[in-house]
């Protein structure tokens, strides 16, 4: 070749890579453990500013007055926020129905307005406009569902700062607008894990898309994020009798990684050193929050949205019969923290704690001077809205009792074996 022609070549080959450099997007990186380990996560700049605009918090009502009468004696069925003042209620609807119900409004939750002829009156939207004197009705779902999960919320806030620190999180930080939170998970009907009609090796040839798209297990929720399954499956030891973790099981554990990974927008070395996995002492904190992070999603569950499950409508619930449920991302939604770690409770310490429900207060003894009858007649219309008070003070038994235990087998199922496998050691199967 003559030096003019490699010259050119030369010249190029050079233009091609500048060409390539260009198209990939500037980088940034934050470094997680000691250098040169690959602890390091790297984002484009790209996707770091579209991370941001969608992880902003929402307009903010000003705070209400807080004098005035209590709810629980302002109105007819607060059952849950009773020791706030009117007002505060007042903004607070005005805020939950722009975090779930931007749309729809007030009558996503509350009883329609009829018109003379019984028929739900819409508004220019085409939603139903909420009856102002059914306001204390309890007959749509999701009124029931919201009391709970406003319990729910400050449960969160309360009794897990281990994992959410005093950031906490309101119904914006999983609804986002939506009436469902756009990340939940069904159960999965069991895998065909045929491939071109050939039967294969479990799970090996469908992507999950519960799992980072990864070929892994479809169904890791049940056995982890509601079931206490054991997620563990790495030996302390190099060669080690008494880890019976099969390969099989270990896929499971990696469905779940998956998904923590996506749902966070990190890779495996923001919680793990990759040296060993299994290891505590070199993990990040990171991880230590993440373990609490499953326990409280357990937590959540169980005890808060599977017992829900009984009275949603048919059209929400998943193939196998059961409702949406919550995971990481149902919070996180591809963001290390959830809205990139902004608290809104300052704003709305509300919602913050559980706060013990005060009594109605006595209807005051009737005026002697007034004429007999009144005092006999026992004013009925006061004790009457009295009454939802006494008996909601209590937690909305039917639908916490009304868990359908019903769930289906084939997917209920934990990693086949996992029974036999023998407990983690004590020293790693302990709390972090
Ligand atoms: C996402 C569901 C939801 C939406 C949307 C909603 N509410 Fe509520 N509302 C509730 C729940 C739950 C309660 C009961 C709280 C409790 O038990 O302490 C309630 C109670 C009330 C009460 C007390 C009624 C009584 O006498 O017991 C009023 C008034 C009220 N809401 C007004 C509104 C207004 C006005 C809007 C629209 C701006 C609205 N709500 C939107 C869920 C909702
Ligand atoms: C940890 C995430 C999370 C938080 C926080 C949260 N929700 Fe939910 N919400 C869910 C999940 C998951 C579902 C689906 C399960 C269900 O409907 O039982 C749901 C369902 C609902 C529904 C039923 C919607 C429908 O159309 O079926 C309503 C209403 C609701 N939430 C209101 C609220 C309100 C109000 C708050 C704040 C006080 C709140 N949620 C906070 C996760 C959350
Ligand atoms: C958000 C933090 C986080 C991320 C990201 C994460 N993990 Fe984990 N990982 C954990 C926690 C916490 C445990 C321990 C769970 C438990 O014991 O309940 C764990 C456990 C494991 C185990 C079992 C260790 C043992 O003792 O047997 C393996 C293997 C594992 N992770 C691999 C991965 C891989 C591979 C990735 C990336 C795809 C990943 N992890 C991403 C937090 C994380
Ligand atoms: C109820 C909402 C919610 C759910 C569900 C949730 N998280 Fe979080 N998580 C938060 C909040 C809020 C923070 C921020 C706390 C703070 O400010 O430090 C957080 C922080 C974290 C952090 C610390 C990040 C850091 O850089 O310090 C990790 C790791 C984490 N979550 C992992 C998980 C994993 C894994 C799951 C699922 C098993 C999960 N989270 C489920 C709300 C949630």
Redesign the pocket.
């Known amino acids: 070749m003559n030096p003019i022609a490699k010259g050119a070549g030369a010249l190029g080959g050079v233009l091609v890579a500048m060409a390539t450099v260009a198209a990939y997007d500037s980088t940034a990186g934050a470094q997680k453990g000691a250098p040169g380990i690959g602890m390091e996560t790297v984002s484009t700049l790209k996707e770091l500013a579209e991370k941001t605009a969608e992880n902003q918090v929402p307009f903010m009502l000003p705070p209400a007055p807080k004098d005035g009468a209590r709810a629980v004696d302002a109105?007819?069925?607060?059952?849950?926020?009773?020791h706030l003042s009117s007002a505060e209620?007042?903004r607070l609807?005005?805020s939950?129905?722009q975090w779930?119900?931007p749309d729809q409004?007030?009558a996503?939750?509350?009883a329609p307005q009829r018109d003379a002829n019984g028929k739900i009156v819409l508004n220019d939207l085409g939603y139903p406009l909420?009856d102002n004197n059914n306001?204390?009705s309890d007959e749509v779902y999701?009124?029931v569902v919201?009391?709970r999960m406003?319990q729910m919320t400050m449960h969160i806030n309360q009794d897990w700062q281990a994992h959410v620190q005093k950031t906490g999180v309101t119904c914006w930080t999983c609804h986002r607008g939506n009436p469902v939170p756009k990340n939940v998970w069904y159960d999965v009907p069991e895998q065909d894990t045929r491939f071109g009609g050939i039967p294969g090796p479990p799970n090996q040839h469908a992507y999950a898309t519960n799992a980072g798209l990864s070929s892994l297990p479809h169904g890791s929720f049940r056995p982890f994020l509601v079931n206490d399954e054991n997620i563990r499956v790495q030996s302390n030891e190099a060669i080690d009798p008494e880890n019976r973790a099969s390969i099989k099981q270990a896929e499971w554990t990696y469905g779940l990684m998956m998904h923590m990974s996506s749902a966070l927008g990190v890779n495996c070395t923001y919680c793990h050193n990759s040296r060993s996995m299994g290891e505590w002492n070199t993990s990040p904190l990171t991880r230590t929050t993440a373990w609490y992070g499953i326990r409280m999603v357990r937590d959540l569950n169980k005890e808060y949205v599977e017992p829900l499950t009984a009275i949603l409508p048919p059209q929400r619930l998943g193939p196998m019969g059961d409702g949406p449920k919550a995971n990481c991302a149902t919070c996180h939604q591809g963001a290390y923290k959830p809205l990139l770690g902004v608290s809104m409770l300052p704003s709305f310490p509300e919602l913050a704690a559980w706060v013990p429900q005060p009594q109605k207060t006595k209807t005051p003894e009737p005026d002697p001077s007034a004429a007999p009858a009144a005092s006999a007649s026992g004013a009925p219309a006061t004790s009457a809205s009295a009454m939802p008070a006494a008996s909601?003070s209590a937690p909305p038994a039917a639908s916490a009792s009304g868990a359908p235990s019903a769930a289906p087998s084939g997917a209920t199922g934990a990693p086949s074996g996992s029974s036999a496998i023998p407990e983690a050691k004590p020293a790693s199967s302990a709390r972090p």
């Open positions: 109105y007819k069925n607060v059952q849950v926020l009773g209620v007042t609807m005005a939950i129905t779930v119900a409004g007030c996503y939750c509350h909420a306001m204390h999701a009124k919201a009391r406003i909601g």
